[in-house]
């Protein structure tokens, strides 16, 4: 990171324009408006823009990025993964000023590496809200989604204290807690903590038979909750983490195997140590989100 960091506005003294607003986009809108001098929503989708300006929680929305962003002095990309990584690449085209960026998307090694291709004029900062939902629409967005929430910030070496303030300032505003960390970290653990719990609750989905269903109870819809997340969404995730997501699997097939093996040999003590064992993990696990 630099030291140079230019003159610091407040938000409330910033344009602020947000690319994409489905849940995490449209939930930002909520957090951020009253708070910023201005807030400007882009969506590709035209019902999506006739909705947020039926809500009112932005001061002004396009379907077309040319049209809104250039007088942004903080640009927020918020749509999935891959589609951020086209914008990075279109951006000296649609700003062609100086901006502050940063973006949310669920993977961060070849986002960070897309901004660290940016022109000098922009300022680029990824990060990551640890807050998402089964559904990604604008009607499952909330104001209060981020609060208390984690939200991995990924600086560059490029990155400047501006920048770095501007994205505090932000998280303290919407209520979430910052944590810093490289990109290639924060790829390698979602893989076991987010991208490969969906595989698992997908495949749980796809291997139970229908005739169970009359059975299932509240354990079955824990565990599969997940597996309703749009795939358009999963893909970019997956295809842009596969080979932590693959190390990932292969780590929970031993875990798998080890289970397997102990039942085959009807091992009930050692089933039972196992089982203990995961268990104490789970909270040890878990004891860091509370």
Known sequence: MTEEDGFFKPI????????????????????????????????????????????????????????????AELIILATPVRTILQILYQLPSLHPGNAMILDTGSTKAQIVHALNQLPERFDPIGGHPICGKEKGTLEAAEATLFKNAAFVLTPLARTTTRAIRMAQQLLRIIGAQDIWMSAETHDTWTAATSHMPYLISNALAAATPSEAAILIGPGFRSMTRIAATPSSIMLDILLTNKQNILQALAHFRSQLDVLETLLQTENADGLNQKLLSGANHQKELLQYTT
Request: charged share 25%; glycine share 10%.
């Open 12 to 71: 409330s003294e910033t344009t602020i324009a947000i690319v994409g607003l489905g849940l995490i986009g449209g939930s930002l809108a909520m957090a951020l408006h009253g708070s910023c001098k201005k807030l400007i929503g882009c969506d590709i989708d035209q019902a999506t823009i006739h909705r947020v300006r039926e809500m009112r929680i932005v001061d002004e929305a396009d379907t077309k990025a040319e049209n809104v962003l250039p007088e």
